[in-house]
């Protein structure tokens, strides 16, 4: 390269196509491991779904977190518990899930006993009530209410809080995190509670993300490329 040749070259853009070019690989990368991240977790909850139901305590002196795992659990006088009303979708339809607490395993669980149409004005009696009720459920993380989740209005929530839901249900100690759903009805002679676990669900879409950033990698040195064969042309 002359010295001519070397004052039009463009330093500048190539600097510029260079950190541009380390930024999209960079992206592409970083989506391939994500990838890799998600299969991981999408095979994990397929084969924690998958094994067979066990006694509550059972599971947690496992380890770990127990996710996607079902787990059979006695909640004394769940049938007749005090509840609080979660607003949500099912299908379309609108309605509310009914979730309760229950000691159980050391701790205090919120169960969400299922699924009640907005069709339906009536709900299960509250009563005090120890005799226990043997519920399946899936243990499962719901994520907390977003930034523009509106607060609850008395019983009544618009986002899964399970802190403030325990304390609108009275309960004054610790309460697990996660959330016990039940798929066996804790009021079997009430057909209008339908007990719906979320699906093992995720969205895994990293390989289309890592393919477009190294497409737009790929398309950028192209385009440098022939902005340097026209300039020496």
């Known amino acids: 390269m002359t010295g001519a040749e070397r004052a039009r070259f463009p330093w500048g853009l190539t600097v510029v196509v260079a950190a541009a070019l380390a930024m999209l690989i960079a992206l592409g990368v970083w989506q391939v491991r994500r990838l890799a991240w998600k ?7 397929a084969a924690a779904a998958a094994r067979p139901v066990a006694p509550l305590q059972i599971v947690l002196a496992e380890g770990g977190d127990g996710e996607f795992r079902r787990v059979a659990i006695d909640c004394p006088g769940l049938a007749a518990a005090p509840y609080v009303e979660l607003r949500t979708l099912h299908d379309g339809e609108a309605g509310v899930r009914l979730v309760s607490a229950c000691a159980a395993g050391g701790a205090t669980w ?7 149409a907005e069709s339906v004005s009536a709900r299960p009696p509250v009563t005090p009530d120890a005799t226990p009720t043997r519920v399946e459920a899936v243990i499962r993380r719901a994520p907390p209410p977003g930034p523009m989740t509106p607060p609850p209005t008395g019983r009544v929530f618009y986002g899964r809080d399970t802190a403030a839901m325990a304390r609108a249900l009275g309960v004054s100690g ?3 995190p996660r959330t016990l759903y039940a798929v066996v009805s804790s009021n079997p002679d009430w057909p209008a509670l339908r007990p719906i676990a979320p699906p093992v669900a995720f969205s895994n879409n990293h390989l289309g993300y890592a393919l477009t950033w ?4 790929a398309a950028l040195v192209a385009v440098y490329a022939s902005l340097l064969w026209r300039r020496r042309a």
Do not use: M, N, Q
């Open 39 to 45: 299969e991981g977790l999408i095979a994990a909850a």
């Open 110 to 116: 919120l169960v969400d006993r299922g699924f009640v």
């Open 214 to 217: 190294f497409g737009l990698a």
């Open 174 to 176: 610790p309460v697990d």
